[in-house]
């Protein structure tokens, strides 16, 4: 059973760095075509792809974004971190980490199993 | 960036309807389509990949179609739960994976 879980700080000030975890169990970051992801969503709008990190460590990021985030995991603890910096009011969002699994043969994947999400607000 | 977008943005039908909700893609993203339903406080929730390959555990009442830029996901017969908001998202792009503005699905 793939379990995923987001935690971090409920509020941030403007331009101060945000930092989250994701702890999952049931998959293991080492094992080829598993990655996870990052996604927000903010108040009442739509989803937004942040950035993903693969089982070998290869990382991509949203263009838009690229320069404030930063993906990592740590295999033995079963954990992902996403940095964003310089945060700003419009970062006020749910955060979500999920699952993927890329097959080479079938293709580019879905998110297949998310986090409950949590959420963070950017005030002074 | 592969541009989603969901019509209607919020539909209104009766328990044990049939309810259709269209996602177009602004550029070809093949079958790399995927739906989700979010109920006020979860997590997106996996239903369709592929287009029209249902998730794991997810009744036979949803069924997704479609290729190209025009996707469509039809619930044959509408229960309690299924009301809540649905979005498509292209994966064809990967990583740059991006999401519709969402449907609203509500009673009737």
């Known amino acids: 059973q793939i379990t995923l879980k987001e935690s971090g700080p409920t509020l941030v000030k403007p331009t101060q760095t945000l930092t989250l975890t994701c702890t999952f169990s049931?998959?293991?970051?080492?094992?080829?075509?598993?990655?996870v992801g990052w996604i927000r969503q903010p108040p009442g709008k739509a989803l937004e792809w942040l950035a993903l990190?693969?089982?070998?460590?290869?990382?991509r990021y949203s263009p838009s974004l690229k320069s404030r985030l930063t993906i990592t995991k740590d295999t033995s603890k079963n954990q992902v971190v996403l940095t964003m910096t310089n945060m700003d009011p419009v970062d006020t969002a749910t955060y979500y980490c999920?699952?993927?699994?890329?097959?080479?043969?079938?293709?580019?994947?879905?998110?297949?199993?998310w986090g409950q999400g949590t959420l963070v607000t950017v005030s002074s | 960036e592969i541009v989603m977008t969901q019509s209607p943005a919020t539909l209104s039908v009766s328990p044990g309807e049939r309810a259709t909700l269209s996602c177009r893609a602004s550029?070809?993203?093949?079958?790399?389509l995927a739906w989700y339903q979010q109920k006020p406080g979860q997590a997106p929730r996996l239903l369709i990949y592929?287009?029209?390959t249902r998730a794991t555990g997810i009744p036979a009442r949803f069924s997704g179609s479609g290729s190209g830029t025009e996707f469509t996901l039809t619930i044959s017969s509408l229960q309690s739960e299924d009301f809540a908001v649905y979005y498509c998202?292209?994966?064809?792009?990967?990583?740059?994976?991006?999401f519709g503005q969402g449907t609203k699905l509500e009673i009737k």
């Open positions: 999920a699952h993927f699994f890329y097959d080479i043969l079938t293709g580019p994947p879905p998110f297949d199993y």
């Open positions: 049931g998959f293991s970051l080492s094992t080829s075509g598993v990655g």
């Open positions: 990190i693969y089982w070998d460590d290869d990382k």
């Open positions: 550029q070809s993203v093949s079958s790399n």
């Open positions: 592929g287009a029209s």
């Open positions: 998202q292209q994966y064809n792009n990967w990583p740059r994976n991006t």
